[in-house]
């Protein structure tokens, strides 16, 4: 009798599928179906960096990588919320530009708070004003910091946001 077991890694997360047909590892996919919770909480926690500018990205995702982070990047809005749509699970921290390609208001933050409400957003713009800061703030952002800024004190914010996220 053959046994076939069927994983997926997604984002060191080992995900099993149970094959009803196959009684013998009923149990088994229980046991391991019960563990996934506790891998979850065991995983890195995760970060979506959305700019159009390349090489913030890169500093952030090295930076924030060196601090124990998986990062995922996006260049603009609709990578930004197709990245969204397909985690295994909420980021922890989006890093949001407020200017992008394809978006230049707070629309975009209204929408990643209504697809990921438990991510904490950090807004990064190079036009900060009071308005908009007030603006994203009673949109649910965490903070909003203007560019230019220093790497290592955003990977502190980003810390302090996963925090109170949690």
Do not use: C
């Amino acid at each position: 009798m053959a046994r076939i077991l069927i994983t997926e890694a997604v984002r060191d997360v080992e995900m099993l599928t149970y094959l009803p047909g196959i009684k013998s590892f009923r149990a088994e996919a229980e046991r391991e179906m019960r563990n996934i919770p506790t891998m979850m909480k065991n995983s890195p926690p995760t970060v979506l960096i959305v700019d159009d500018e390349a090489l913030i990205r890169w500093s952030l995702a090295e930076t924030l990588g060196e601090h124990g982070y998986l990062v995922t990047e996006a260049g603009d809005g609709r990578m930004a919320v197709a990245a969204i749509q397909q985690a295994p699970a909420p980021f922890d921290v989006v890093l949001l530009d407020y200017r992008l390609p394809d978006s230049a208001d707070l629309r975009l933050l209204e929408k990643v708070r209504h697809l990921a409400p438990s991510s904490q957003v950090i807004m990064i713009t190079a036009h900060n004003s009071p308005e908009l800061a007030q603006g994203a703030v009673a949109l649910g952002a965490f903070r909003v910091i203007s560019k230019p800024f220093e790497v290592e004190s955003l990977a502190a914010l980003v810390n302090e946001a996963r925090s109170e996220g949690d």
